[in-house]
């Protein structure tokens, strides 16, 4: 009895956590290339499979394209500007020679016009195909890509006709377009319309009637229209969220604000801010860009003969002043802060681009989500990482 009393015991209690402590655990997802859209890194601090916190961190693929807009004239300039989103090259040329023309007090041809509005949609159907085919690939399925490869191939066939490239076109021109149209190219643009169209249903049965597909979307990655103003999100991402706002409606440019476009140019809204509703204005934008491009096509044909582009002396130099130019690109707002000295290179040259705030946004997002839905929610906010580095 007494060497019971005298023996000293030990109590532990195990399957509770009780006295046990924890740590949370950090994961680094990245940098690695994930489905092409760049080489991205997430730093995630997890409790088990629950994301507690994420910081996106950037860097890995920065070529210091505004520094080099520095040092090369206003036709070398668009070389850089169409590489930083290389899904969206036509657009990020307009808003730089949309830039310089402010500043020069120049008048573009109205051929010019409405062909670089032509091409900024048929850019805009591409970049959209591509998401729409890599997105369900993040998510496991393969074969969504193979059908929006093909309708980009339609588009892809005219792009190249008229300007020798498939991604860096190349085509604009300060005071207009590189040359003249090909002789029959807009009914060829107008097959190719066609073409896509008849076929997008087949995209649309693939995709969002898959009951899979929505499982995984549906309620996930929810953004509110108060996150997207606060962090500047802006382009398919923001109108998923009930965000109605579009420059091409509410701040024309280019031929936006003619009547010709007014009953074409539908902006797409959702309310729901989930990964399924980016997916769906994604789509639906698709469908408004092959109206929009048809149109433009139509009136290209009817216009009369006339110039592409302006004359420009063999030194082109600019006005001491400051501009500011901003576009609707496919990923969102694309902004240009051009200040002139008077030289034959910009002062300076600000680029403000749509992937950079889209991606900030995932420190509020992704907190609170399983590490399953991490992939669904990066695949939805449709992002390029050169347009973030730049």
């Known amino acids: 009895m007494t060497a019971m009393t005298s023996q000293q015991l030990t109590e532990r209690i195990a399957g509770t956590g009780t006295g046990l402590e924890t740590t949370d655990m950090v994961l680094n997802i990245g940098p690695q290339h994930p489905a092409t859209h760049g080489v991205l890194r997430l730093r995630l601090v997890l409790d088990g499979e629950r994301i507690v916190s994420a910081e996106p961190i950037i860097g890995y693929m920065h070529r210091g394209a505004e520094k080099l807009f520095e040092v090369r004239d206003y036709r070398q300039i668009i070389v850089l500007a169409n590489r930083h989103d290389w899904l969206s090259a036509f657009a990020s040329e307009l808003g730089v020679v949309l830039a310089v023309e402010r500043m020069l007090g120049m008048e573009v041809p ?136 579009d420059l091409r409606r509410d701040d024309p440019y280019l031929a936006y604000g003619e009547p010709e476009l007014r009953d074409r140019l539908k902006v797409v809204t959702r309310d729901a801010g989930d990964c399924l509703a980016r997916f769906e204005v994604l789509l639906d934008q698709a469908h408004v860009s092959l109206d929009i491009a048809e149109a433009c096509a139509d009136k290209l044909d009817a216009l009369p003969a006339g110039p592409i582009n302006q004359r420009l002396p063999k030194i082109l130099k600019v006005p001491e002043g400051h501009t500011y130019a901003w576009t609707e690109n496919p990923l969102g707002i694309n902004g240009y802060f051009l200040v002139s000295h008077g030289d034959k290179t910009p002062w300076r040259l600000k680029l403000r681009s749509a992937s950079f705030n889209n991606i900030q946004v995932l420190s509020e997002v992704l907190p609170g989500h399983l590490v399953a839905d991490m992939v669904a929610i990066l695949g939805s906010m449709f992002f390029v990482v050169g347009d973030i580095d730049k």
Do not use: C
């Not at 020798?164 to 190719?192: C, I, Q, S």
């Open 110 to 245: 109205e051929r010019a016009t409405w062909a670089r509005t032509l091409l900024a949609e048929l850019n805009r159907l591409l970049n959209h195909l591509m998401f729409l085919g890599s997105y369900p690939l993040e998510l496991g399925a393969i074969t969504p890509i193979f059908y929006a490869f093909r309708e980009r191939e339609e588009i892809q066939a005219v792009m190249e006709e008229i300007s020798g490239g498939r991604m860096h076109f190349m085509f604009n021109r300060v005071g207009g377009l590189k040359e003249e149209l090909p002789l029959g190219w807009t009914g060829r643009v107008r097959d190719a319309v066609a073409l896509v169209r008849s076929r997008m249903a087949d995209i649309d049965r693939l995709i969002t009637g898959n009951e899979i597909f929505r499982a995984r979307t549906r309620g996930v990655g929810v953004l509110t229209p108060e996150q997207i103003a606060a962090y500047g999100v802006s382009g398919p991402i923001a109108r998923a969220s009930g965000v109605d706002f």
